[in-house]
């Protein structure tokens, strides 16, 4: 069973770019056809999904986020990375890192990341 | 976008009794709807897919329904480890989206 976990910063100053990390374990992330998402969650509100890449390199992104996101794979680490540049407060949340096409059954355990100067 | 509305915001129901809770699409996703279950301070478990398919190691108390814009879940008899808040998601369209949730608490 594929395992994810996020790492990355968990302060970043406004205007600046939040970059986070999800390492996938049990599992090569370029073996099979996966879509692997980043998700996240204010606190105390809802989720948000804010895009994936599949396996063969593809990204599809929100379009709220579209203009500050990128997602992308290095395969020689078996991880995946979110960038989401010009940072404000409104992207103050758990950001979680998911596999799946549809439902997505496999998730990391989430990191807050704050925007905060 | 496609808009997913849960109703009710929050539900409370007696521990073995029946809660249903709905999730209603702004246009067709066919059956490309699932539910998760969260917990505060964990991660969303995936509990149905397809609408109505259970996820791996999900008891049979749980079961989705539905089609098209209408969906439901129901768990038939509460257990106290049931009181949480379930979110549907729609993944007819790449653009994946979330309902607001549904918490569900005891009464």
Same mark, same amino acid.
């Given at each position: 069973q594929v395992q994810l976990q996020e790492s990355g910063p968990g302060l970043v100053k406004p205007s600046q770019t939040l970059s986070l990390t999800c390492t996938v374990s049990g599992g090569s992330i370029s073996s099979g056809s996966y879509y692997w998402s980043w998700i996240r969650q204010p606190a105390g509100k809802g989720l948000e999904w804010i895009g994936r890449i599949y396996t063969s390199g593809s990204t599809n992104y929100n379009p709220s986020l579209k203009s500050r996101v990128t997602i992308s794979v290095d395969t020689s680490k078996n991880q995946f990375s979110l960038k989401l540049s010009s940072v404000t407060a409104a992207d103050t949340a758990v950001y979680y890192c998911a596999e799946g096409g549809g439902g997505m059954d496999v998730w990391g355990q989430g990191t807050t990341v704050t925007v905060s100067s | 976008e496609i808009v997913m509305t849960q109703s009710p915001a929050t539900l409370s129901v007696s521990p073995g009794e029946r809660a249903t809770l *709905?999730?209603?699409?702004?246009?067709? /996703?066919? *059956?490309?709807?699932?539910?998760?279950?969260?917990?505060p301070g964990q991660a969303p478990r995936l509990l149905i897919y397809g609408a109505s398919t259970r996820a791996t190691g999900i008891p049979a108390r749980f079961s989705g329904s539905g089609s098209g814009t209408?969906?439901?879940?129901?768990? *038939? *008899?509460?257990?106290?480890?049931?009181?949480? /808040?379930y979110y549907c998601q729609q993944y007819n369209n790449w653009l994946?989206?979330?309902?607001?949730?549904?918490?569900?608490?005891?009464k």
């Open positions: - | *709905s999730c209603r699409a702004s246009q067709s /996703v066919s *059956s490309n709807l699932a539910w998760y279950q969260q917990k209408e969906f439901t879940l129901t768990i *038939s *008899s509460l257990q106290s480890e049931d009181f949480a /808040v994946l989206t979330f309902g607001q949730g549904t918490k569900l608490e005891i």
